[in-house]
């Protein structure tokens, strides 16, 4: 961090702009962080150019028509309307903006290695058109170290002086897809800045649309308290997860387990087992510090530990299919299987490393003859071949010589499916009050 910085010209300039709201905002990447977060500065009043590659998306919201479930439908048709969003694929517009967003996809490649390929690519759309008084932030979750040595560098070539003529932060996205109370806006925000004046704008833009930021002494500590809260989470499941394990082979209740542990009014925070880690963080994330660590020759056998308890719960879905069909005298080879729920996780239409999609597979490969029945997820691609979702409501469930529950949907029939169903693995504990021979629990 810098010493104290006296305030220049552009930065007196853009915190005016930032005070009255009349800042121009790109926001690039318009995906589940993206979108709420250009809805939430719109509504103070800023207007809010998105930035889109996407070109479906981009007119959708141009449209006015909504496809993030965490953005209320009539807010963004409203805001389009009026003008305050619109968007584009067109990074021209980089030179109208005063505040530029960073919200792209940071996943693994193959080799499971970092691919901050979209990062690199939009920090030199950005550089063509920086000037005096604009402000870059990356929230996009990284590796620590990835805002002052990759993004800075490239920002840098321009001639311009950080933290005089132009500023740079990372602020860490947290939006928990699906939760209806922590939103954008009451979801406390880490900043980091480059410098004391990176620091200081940044942390008046998130001000003015959320309620608490919270500043911190540089990117670095910000990158690195994401990673930390991704990982913590993953190596939580992973636990959970190997406890079932463990409790499988020990004929006791992990969901038992689970709860009465819960009934500590201290030190004990709730984990679940589940069919395995879906989504594009949590399985995703931790990995990108295992990256970094070993830059410096460090280890990190927690998180890589944790990975494979996660990765193999698919697997252990599998034996329990496996066990119970020869249990009632059928085997994988030709079963009749409907998997319920291939989202990532409960009430959410991503089905992006999902569990539910794995066993899928998995089950494909074993030569069943498998369906699927997700009322958020329309169709799905397994290598080359495509498959739509059932409705629910037309199936004969007693036909199925086994359903297997993935993502525990509120809107499933419980008590009716545990009532038709001659078979069911319940991967995520939704059936526990309707016990019977027929349903089999992790
Ligand atoms: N899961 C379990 N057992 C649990 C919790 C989760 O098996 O006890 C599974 C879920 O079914 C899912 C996966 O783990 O497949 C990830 O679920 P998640 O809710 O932990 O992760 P995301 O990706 O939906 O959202 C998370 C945020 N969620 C929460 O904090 C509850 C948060 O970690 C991040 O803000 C967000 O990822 C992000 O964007 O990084």
């Given at each position: 961090m810098a010493l104290r910085e006296a305030p220049s010209p552009p930065i007196l300039a853009l915190e005016e702009k930032i005070s009255a709201r009349t800042a121009v905002i790109v926001v690039i990447g318009m995906g589940y962080v993206g979108l709420p977060l250009a809805v939430e500065k719109a509504k103070v009043g800023f207007t809010v150019i998105g930035i889109e590659q996407k070109v479906e998306r981009m007119e959708m919201i141009n449209a006015g028509?909504?496809?993030?479930?965490?953005?209320e439908d009539k807010e963004l048709a409203e805001l389009v309307a009026t003008g305050k969003i619109r968007a584009t694929?067109?990074?021209?517009?980089l030179a109208k903006a005063d505040v530029i967003i960073i919200c792209v996809p940071t996943p693994l490649d193959a080799a499971r290695d970092p691919d901050i390929s979209y990062i690199i690519s939009t920090t030199k759309e950005i550089a063509q058109y920086l000037r005096p008084g604009q402000m870059v932030v990356l929230e996009s979750t990284t590796f620590p170290g990835t805002t002052e040595e990759v993004v800075l560098p490239i920002l840098a070539a321009s001639g311009l002086e950080i933290g005089v003529d132009y500023f740079l932060a990372f602020s860490p996205e947290r939006v928990d897809p699906g939760n209806k109370r922590f939103t954008t806006k009451n979801i406390s925000k880490v900043v980091g800045g480059v410098t004391e004046n990176c620091l200081k704008t940044a942390t008046a833009l998130y001000s003015q649309t959320i309620m608490t930021v919270v500043p911190v002494s540089s990117p670095k500590v910000a990158e690195m308290t994401k990673v930390f809260e991704n990982t913590f989470r993953a190596v939580n499941i992973a636990l959970v997860n190997e406890l079932a394990l463990l409790c499988d082979k020990m004929g006791i209740s992990v969901w038992e387990v689970v709860d009465a542990a819960a009934t500590k009014p201290f030190g004990m925070m709730s984990f679940y087992p589940g069919p395995g880690v879906g989504g594009h963080c949590i399985p995703v994330d931790p990995f990108y510090l295992t990256w970094k660590a070993r830059q410096y020759d460090f280890h990190t056998r927690f998180i890589e530990l944790a990975g494979e308890v996660n990765l193999q719960m698919p697997l252990f879905v599998m034996e329990k299919i496996n066990k119970a069909l020869n249990q009632a005298g059928?085997?994988?080879?030709g079963a009749k299987i409907l998997i319920l729920?291939?989202?990532?996780?409960?009430?959410?239409d991503d089905a992006r490393m999902s569990p539910g999609l794995e066993i899928m597979e998995l089950l494909i490969g074993a030569q069943a003859k498998v369906i699927y029945s997700d009322p958020f997820i329309p169709s799905v691609t397994l290598g080359s071949d495509s498959y739509a979702s059932q409705i629910l409501e037309s199936?004969?469930?007693?036909?199925?010589?086994c359903i297997v529950l993935c993502a525990d949907h509120s809107a499933y029939p419980y008590e009716e499916l545990a009532k038709r169903s001659k078979l069911i693995i319940d991967t995520r504990n939704a059936f526990a009050a309707f016990a019977g021979p027929n349903i089999v629990g992790l």
């Open positions: 028509q909504n496809y993030i479930s965490d953005v694929d067109d990074y021209s517009v059928k085997c994988l080879r729920g291939v989202a990532y996780k409960k009430d959410i199936l004969a469930i007693e036909s199925f010589d």
